[in-house]
């Protein structure tokens, strides 16, 4: 059904180059000096669980605890390497909101652009153009290049297109932190709404206070691990412990 | 457009300039045999040296959209298809001008369109995979296009290399895969005929043959790309 994704097992390996080879003639050489040196390191490990059409799914962690890997696992960007991502319907990815901008085109062409990486034709796009433009408030910027943009003015019309293609699945990483205080409001509003319109949202986001009030569910992710997944205040009681737990070995290490 | 138009006409001018009134190559209409040759050479060699940067060039698309990866270099094959497209009409012109009208050969373009389109995609495919691996990729590539491009009957024509005395560079040179597909257009805009079925069948095979291995290619190595850029 859409809307539903589900995973199994999932664990994400990255190699990391310690001596990195990167030309061909070093790779021939290196065939007779053996200097490959690569170290692995499991970003994700043993990763499993369900997500329900229509639900909206809070994911918290620390720094480096795997939270992006996992959204861009979920997003198809990356292909785990062991394991089963499973992920039915159309995703609307609000990964890195200005992702697909080209800075010397203009925010009208970008518009258009964006679309079309997520599937749009160009007259699919001009029916939502004004509602995006209305929703970015940029109609006096928008045939400006975006070269010329704010980050701010960047993050408002990636917002507003992501948030205007109908998604089966929004997956949202921390976009909201640019933006000043109203338009972060108004975001929280459409997502509301998106919600409300039985899309799946995947959350992302060190703001506590939003992961509770807009998820009914929360997946607390811990060196590549599900340490948690449960009611949103359990998960960020959970949360705290495990920061407070790894700040006192710190201290103690340190 | 109006530059890529201009290019290959600049280059036309030159080499006639230095292999007709210079070195005296007594070949007719030389500036028809030229474009009909450098036209489709051009299109196979510049988009597979530009899209060997199509995944480097566009991998902060590539870390956050997902998109099926191929995409990146084959538009830069779909906009030089533009380019070869649109440079047919100043060479019809100039067959037209020199006694050489476009004839009914010229439908034979389609099967060697079809042929130099499955080439260089597969080209590009491997190319812009590799470079994501091996950053010295674009040097071999630059050096590789140098060479074939004088390996390939586009300045001279091929009977002339068929009359060598050497057995053994005219059977290293009949290897060549480039040769058949640009053949093709020569014998239909040049010497306006419907090429030779020898001739066509073997740049449909060369271009199958890229075609396939640089797909199955890339396709088993672009989950690995994200890890090396």
Known sequence: MPGEFSFQDVGMCFRMHRERVTTLKEAILGRFRH??????????????????????????????????TLLKIAAGVLIPTEGRARVQ????????????FDPDLTGRDNVFLNGALMGYSRREMAAKFDRIVEFSELSEFIDVPV???SSGMYARLGFAIAADVNPEILIIDEVLAVGDERFQAKCMDRIREIRAGGCTIFFVSHDMNAVTQLCERVLV?????????GAPATAVRHYRELQESAAGAQAIGG | MFWTLLNPLLQMAVYTLVFRT???????????????????????????????????NNQGLI??????????????????????????????????????????????????????????????????????FFRDTRHLVDILFQVWFYLTPVLYPSSYVDGLPQRWIRSVLALNPASPIVRCFQQAIYEQRLPDVSTLGAALTCGAIA??????????????????F
């Not at chain 1, 970003?43 to 720094?63: P, Y």
């Not at chain 2, 030229?34 to 597979?48: H, M």
């Not at chain 2, 075609?211 to 090396?228: M, S």
């Open chain 1, 35 to 68: 200097v490959r040196n690569v170290d692995e390191f499991w970003a994700l490990r043993g990763v499993s669980f369900e997500v329900r059409q229509g639900e909206s799914v809070g994911l918290i962690g620390h720094n480096g605890s795997g939270k992006s």
């Open chain 1, 89 to 100: 319907g159309r995703v609307s990815p609000m990964i890195e909101l200005a992702a697909g």
């Open chain 1, 147 to 149: 070269k010329n943009y």
């Open chain 1, 221 to 229: 992710v811990h060196h590549g691990r599900v340490a948690f997944d």
């Open chain 2, 22 to 56: 210079i070195m005296k190559v007594g070949l007719p209409a030389f500036p028809v045999f030229l474009l009909s040759g450098l036209l489709p050479w051009t299109f196979i060699s510049v988009s597979a040296t530009t899209s060997a940067h199509a995944l480097l």
């Open chain 2, 63 to 132: 870390r956050k959209v997902a998109v099926p990866q191929a995409v990146y270099p084959l538009a830069v094959v779909g906009s030089k298809l533009v380019d070869l497209l649109f440079s047919l009409a100043p060479l019809a012109l100039i067959a037209a001008l020199m006694g050489r009208p476009p004839s009914v050969a010229w439908l034979a373009l389609l099967p060697a369109l079809v042929a130099a389109i499955a080439f260089t995609t597969g080209l590009s495919l491997v190319f812009s995979s590799l470079m994501v």
């Open chain 2, 211 to 228: 075609l396939a291995v640089g797909f199955a290619t890339f396709e088993r190595l672009q989950h690995r790309h994200i890890h090396y």
